[in-house]
C-alpha cells in the first residue's frame, strides 16, 4: 500500500475526526476566552439568544451530542431549545467546555470505524428528519453545529468591541502571519 493509498485509507477514520474535533476546540477556546463575564446577558437582538446563553450553548453542544451519537439515533424534544442556560461567569464557561471536550473526545477515540459507518438517524415526534451515517451524524449535529454557534460569537465580539481572535486566518484584530 502507498503512502496515497494509506492517507486516503484514513481519510475517514475516527483518528482524522478526532484530530478535527481537537483541532478546531483550540479554535474555540480561544474565541470563549474573550467573553466578559459583564456583558453575558447581552444580546444583538431581542430575539437572539444572550451572550452568556450562546457562549453556554457552545460549551455544552460537544459533551451533551455524546449521548446522542451513543445510539443508533436520537430523538429531538422541541422545547430543549428553549431551555438554553445562561452562563454565571467566563469561568464556567470554560470550565464546561473544556469537560465537554473532554467527554467528546474520549467518545470518538472510542468508535471503530465500523461505528463511524453505522447508520444514524435523528427523528422529531418520529418523523425522520436526517438519516446518515453516525461519523456524518457527528460531523453536522457536533462539529457544523460548534462552527455556526463560533461565527455567531465572533459577531457579538465585534458589535462589543471586543477583539476577535484569529480563527482561520486574520481578523481585524490579530494576524497569525504578521
Not at 24 to 39: G, Y
Not at 54 to 77: C, N, S, W, Y
Not at 82 to 93: Q, W, Y
Amino acid at each position: 500500500m502507498t503512502n496515497a493509498t494509506a492517507a486516503v485509507g484514513k481519510a475517514g477514520s475516527v483518528a482524522t475526526l478526532g484530530e478535527e474535533f481537537r483541532a478546531e476546540a483550540q479554535t474555540t477556546r480561544r474565541v470563549l476566552e474573550r467573553i466578559p463575564t459583564d456583558k453575558l446577558s447581552w444580546r444583538p437582538h431581542a430575539k437572539s439568544m444572550s451572550l452568556g446563553q450562546l457562549a453556554f450553548h457552545i460549551a455544552a453542544v460537544p459533551g451533551r451530542t455524546v449521548g446522542m451519537f451513543q445510539k443508533t439515533g436520537h430523538e429531538v424534544d422541541p422545547n430543549a431549545f428553549r431551555l438554553i442556560e445562561e452562563a454565571k461567569s467566563t469561568e464556567e464557561i470554560l470550565a464546561v467546555f473544556d469537560q465537554s471536550v473532554k467527554d467528546a473526545g474520549v467518545f470518538l477515540d472510542s468508535l471503530s470505524d465500523e461505528q463511524l459507518r453505522a447508520t444514524w438517524a435523528l427523528t422529531a415526534n418520529g418523523r425522520p428528519l436526517l438519516t446518515k451515517s453516525r461519523q456524518d451524524g457527528v460531523r453536522m449535529v457536533m462539529l457544523s453545529h460548534i462552527y455556526h454557534h463560533r461565527g455567531q460569537l465572533s459577531v457579538y465580539l465585534r458589535l462589543l468591541d471586543i477583539p476577535v481572535p484569529s480563527i482561520y486566518g486574520p481578523s481585524g484584530d490579530e494576524n497569525p502571519f504578521a
